[in-house]
C-alpha cells in the first residue's frame, strides 16, 4: 500500500541543511496498523507528510497505492491524496468558524461527495452526536480530535496517516482515538500513525524506531 524506497529529505533553508530523513526504507501492507515512534526532531512528521504526497523527498521514492507519487502531475497527486488518504494532527487543525458537521463535509470536498447526513451519521458514531453544530471553539480537546477523525474517516479513505493524533489528549481520550484507528484498521483500513507516545505500540502490529532520521529496527 506504502511503499518508501531508499527516501532522504534535506530541507535547505537561510540556516544551512538539515537532513530530516536519510535513506528510508519502508513498505506498509494493506491492512497494517503500523506505528513509527521516536523523538522530537526525528523526521516524524517529515516521513508522514513524504507519504502524503505532501513533501516531495529530496531522493529516492514514494509508491502509493500502485503509484508513483512524486512522479505524478500535482493536480493528479493532489486527487490521489484526496481520495485514498484521510489525515489527523496533532493540532487538529479544524476550520475554527466551522461547526462539527461543516469541517466533517469539507474532506468531501476534495474527495467523493459527502453529504450533510453523512457527516452527521459519523459525528454520531464518534460518539458526537449532541455536538454537531458546535465549533471548535465550543468542544472539549478530545472532542475535537474525533470531529478531525470524523473528517478523516468520511470520505472512506484506503490509508490513515496521523501525525501525533493522541499528542494534546489525556490517556482516556488518547484510548479513545486509538480504539477507533483499531476499528478502522479491523474494517480493512491501513493505518500509520507518527508518535512519540508508547501507548500507541498496544494497538500497533508493528513498530518502527525513528532516530535521526533513519529507521533502527526495520
Ligand atoms: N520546513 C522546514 N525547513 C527546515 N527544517 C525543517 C523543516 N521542517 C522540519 N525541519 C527540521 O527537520 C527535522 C525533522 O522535523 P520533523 O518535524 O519531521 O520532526 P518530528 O519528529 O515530527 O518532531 P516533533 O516530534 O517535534 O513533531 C527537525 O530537525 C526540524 O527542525
Ligand atoms: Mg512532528
Do not use: W
Amino acid at each position: 500500500m506504502i511503499q518508501l524506497d531508499d527516501v532522504s529529505k534535506i530541507y535547505r533553508g537561510r540556516r544551512g541543511e538539515v537532513a530530516a530523513l536519510a535513506n528510508v526504507s519502508l513498505q506498509v501492507e494493506r491492512g497494517e496498523f503500523v506505528v513509527v515512534r521516536g523523538p522530537s526532531g526525528c523526521g516524524k512528521s517529515t516521513l508522514l507528510l513524504t507519504v502524503g504526497g505532501m513533501v516531495r523527498p529530496s531522493s529516492g521514492s514514494v509508491t502509493l497505492a500502485g503509484e508513483n507519487l512524486y512522479g505524478l502531475p500535482t493536480a493528479r497527486r493532489g486527487r490521489l491524496r484526496a481520495e485514498k488518504i484521510g489525515f489527523v494532527f496533532q493540532m487538529f487543525h479544524l476550520i475554527p468558524y466551522l461547526d462539527a458537521m461543516e469541517n466533517v463535509l469539507c474532506a468531501g470536498l476534495a474527495a467523493r461527495s459527502v453529504t450533510a447526513d453523512g457527516a452527521t451519521g459519523m459525528l454520531d458514531r464518534l460518539g458526537l452526536g449532541g455536538r454537531v453544530r458546535h465549533t471548535p471553539g465550543e468542544l472539549s480537546t478530545g472532542e475535537r480530535q474525533r470531529v478531525a477523525l470524523a473528517r478523516a474517516l468520511i470520505t472512506a479513505p484506503e490509508v490513515i496517516l496521523a501525525d501525533e493524533p493522541t499528542g494534546n489528549l489525556d490517556p482516556d481520550n488518547a484510548r479513545q482515538v486509538l480504539d477507533y484507528l483499531a476499528e478502522y484498521n479491523r474494517d480493512g483500513g491501513t493505518v500509520l500513525v507518527v508518535t512519540h507516545d508508547p501507548l500507541a505500540d498496544e494497538y500497533a502490529g508493528r513498530t518502527l524506531l525513528l532516530q535521526q532520521g533513519r529507521i533502527v529496527n526495520a
